[in-house]
């Protein structure tokens, strides 16, 4: 019998558990779960006999993909795929997908969140700002920007975006004033949020000179990933600019750090920006009808590899 596992570190909500589990078995297969693993060997052990593995931001790596000797497809219940070894995969023939936009909402509110916690001075008495006028620059305008674009507008937001994969007239159509260069969104707008994946090119990129072109006052929300800032920069930035603010949901690898510059600087305690009942439903029941699908008729829809 085919045999799905779900491998969360973070585990899903309950629903969203219940709800693979009628999909799995409904299409006649065997579900396991393995949740808040703290020692990978128990991930090892746990894939050893499995056909297709649902993970959140577990890392699948050589060692994981090593040990499941019967994996055929691993979907990363979400949108950011950095955390698969896709050459793993790719040289053992397995599939790899994601499921793109389905947790994307959750995401865009917390980082209108994070916009209004950092504007109202982190809910203390102290007195704050209103988003309402202030630029707001996405950087990077696919599912999760797009949504954050749409919110901030209707909170009263100028909103602008840079994308060099995203056609101009695009977003345009959407009302949204186009940065033709990185520099040019930071430079203009008084919060800027982060929405790029991380890869080779993004690693770092975000580095204390293009957050120097920030105007007083500015503010990065980080929803993306951690790896995309040049963490030692940030902490020359938030030294030299006392007037720069960064707020996050992925604590830095020298958080500690950071945290001596707040109430400029919050992160939350461990990364939640899909963490909601609705985004683990669709994220889950994404993965397995996409796992079902690629099963019994070879779907190969959402793949992400090679
Ligand atoms: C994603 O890439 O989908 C988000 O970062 C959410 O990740 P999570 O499933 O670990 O919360």
């Given at each position: 019998m085919t045999k799905v596992l779900v491998a969360t570190d973070k585990p899903f909500a309950k629903a969203a558990v219940d709800g693979i589990r009628n999909i799995v078995e409904g299409a006649g297969f065997e579900l396991a779960l393995l949740e808040k693993y703290t020692d990978v060997n128990d991930l090892y052990k746990a894939v050893a006999d499995v056909d297709a593995l649902i993970v959140r931001s577990d890392n699948v790596t050589k060692e994981v993909i090593d040990a499941?000797?019967?994996?055929?497809i691993v979907v990363r219940a979400g949108a950011g795929y950095d955390n698969l070894d896709l050459e793993a995969c790719t040289a053992r023939g397995i599939v790899a997908m994601n499921t793109p936009g389905q947790n994307s909402n959750a995401v865009a509110e917390l980082a209108i969140g994070m916009m209004i916690y950092m504007a109202r001075t982190c809910?203390?008495?102290?007195t704050g700002s209103e988003l309402i006028g202030k630029k707001l620059g996405i950087h990077a305008y696919g599912h999760v920007g797009r949504l954050v674009a749409t919110k901030a507008k209707a909170m009263g937001m100028e909103v602008w975006a840079f994308d060099p994969f995203v056609p101009a007239e695009q977003m345009k159509a959407d009302g949204i004033t186009v940065a033709s260069t990185i520099e040019e969104l930071y430079s203009n707008c008084n919060y800027v949020s982060l929405h790029i994946p991380a890869t080779e090119q993004t690693k770092k990129s975000i580095n204390f000179d293009l957050l120097s072109k920030m105007p007083k006052g500015g503010c990065l929300i980080n929803t993306?990933?951690?790896?995309?800032?040049d963490e030692q920069g940030m902490v020359k930035l938030l030294t030299e600019r006392t007037d720069l603010k960064y707020c996050t949901d992925i604590p830095a690898s020298n958080q500690e750090e950071l945290n001596q510059f707040a109430p400029r600087v919050f992160a939350s305690p461990?990364?939640?920006?899909?963490?909601t009942a609705e985004a683990n439903l669709n994220a889950g029941i994404a993965a397995a009808n996409q796992i079902v699908s690629f099963i019994k008729d070879g779907v190969t829809k959402f793949k992400v590899n090679k």
């Open positions: 499941a000797k019967n994996l055929k809910f203390t008495p102290a993306a990933r951690k790896e995309v800032i461990k990364k939640m920006g899909a963490q």
